[in-house]
């Protein structure tokens, strides 16, 4: 499967993609956020509850978007993970790869709520997700462990809702 962005495409991870991919998720800014440092074996396939996709720009893996599902009927929704490689930062990658991932949640995974949960110090993946369009809907305390795990920080719940992605 492939979902195409206006300056990105993703594509189901591939065997391909795995070296790539470990470098990037190694890389200090990202394994910050991401609390890795040396990924398992089987890593990116590690999890079965999520859907990884490499992101591609130009033909480049620039980075990994995942999404779950909570298929209870009462709570059902998606979340989105997301890194990209520091040297594609701040080039609105993040965003066209979010918007890209969250219409195909909406459009053919019919959910109607999707949620992101960024470090609440995250500045610029919070500033990239409210481009999308979600919002904030609370700071969750000592959330996640530190990337060291010497301790816990804050985490930012975001969700977005169908009809306020643009374009939907």
């Known amino acids: 499967m492939e979902l195409a962005g206006?300056?990105?495409?993703?594509?189901?991870?591939?065997?391909?993609?795995?070296?790539?991919?470990?470098?990037?998720?190694?890389?200090?800014?990202?394994?910050?956020?991401?609390?890795?440092?040396?990924?398992?074996?089987?890593?990116?396939?590690?999890?079965?509850?999520?859907?990884?996709?490499?992101?591609?720009?130009?033909?480049?893996?620039?980075?990994?978007?995942q999404y779950g599902e909570e298929d209870d009927p009462m709570y059902r929704h998606a979340s989105i993970d997301i890194f990209l490689d520091p040297e594609f930062h701040g080039d609105g990658l993040g965003r066209d790869a979010v918007r890209t991932l969250s219409r195909y949640l909406f459009r053919v995974r019919d959910h109607h709520r999707i949620v992101i949960d960024p470090a609440a110090d995250n500045l610029p993946a919070i500033r990239c997700y409210t481009a999308v369009g979600f919002r904030p809907v609370g700071v969750m305390r000592r959330y996640e462990r530190n990337a060291h795990e010497d301790g816990w920080h804050d985490g930012l719940l975001m969700d977005l809702l169908a009809e306020e992605l643009p374009d939907y």
């Open 6 to 65: 206006t300056h990105v495409r993703l594509v189901e991870v591939t065997q391909a993609h795995v070296v790539p991919l470990r470098r990037i998720v190694c890389t200090p800014e990202v394994a910050l956020r991401w609390g890795v440092r040396e990924p398992p074996p089987d890593w990116p396939y590690d999890d079965a509850s999520v859907t990884p996709f490499a992101i591609l720009v130009d033909g480049a893996v620039a980075g990994m978007i």
